[in-house]
Structure formats: C-alpha cells, structure tokens
C-alpha cells in the first residue's frame, strides 16, 4: 500500500506478475493473496512477482504472511 503526502492511493508501488501479465495497484485496506504452488506442490511460474516502487515522497507499506502446506525445515 502506498501513502504519498500522508494519503493512500497515489501512483506506482504496484505489485506486478510479469508472467501473467497482470499488475495490482496498490488500495486502502486492500490485500492480495495468491499462491505459489498447487496443491502437489509443483511451483507456478505464474506467481512470480515483484513490488514496484512508489513515486518519489511516497511511502509504501508491506506485510507478508507465509502459510505452509507441509512443515518447513
């Protein structure tokens, strides 16, 4: 989510799947979920992402949360 001046919803700090082709803008209260593998656990390409950067004086903010199929070691 970006914030420029202390407002949320300016330009850039998008999300963007250059495999799908797709890009998120950035909402208020907004989140993306996706998943990076199917259920066999066979990675989907589709799911590469990268963050955008924000405009200058923007502030991005960013939480991720990692839920495992199987146990991690």
């Keep these: 989510m970006n914030q420029p001046g202390g407002k949320v919803g300016g330009k850039g700090a ?4 250059p495999m799908a082709n797709v890009e998120v803008k950035p909402r208020k209260n907004g989140s993306i979920l996706f998943y990076s ?5 066979v990675v989907d390409a589709y799911s ?3 963050a955008r950067p924000p ?3 923007d502030i ?3 939480a991720v949360c ?4 199987h146990e991690f070691h």
């Design 55 to 57: 405009e200058p004086g």
């Design 37 to 41: 593998m199917d259920k066999d656990g």
């Design 48 to 50: 590469q992402h990268e």
């Design 66 to 69: 990692w839920i495992r199929q």
């Design 14 to 17: 998008e999300t963007r799947f």
């Design 60 to 62: 991005k903010w960013v």
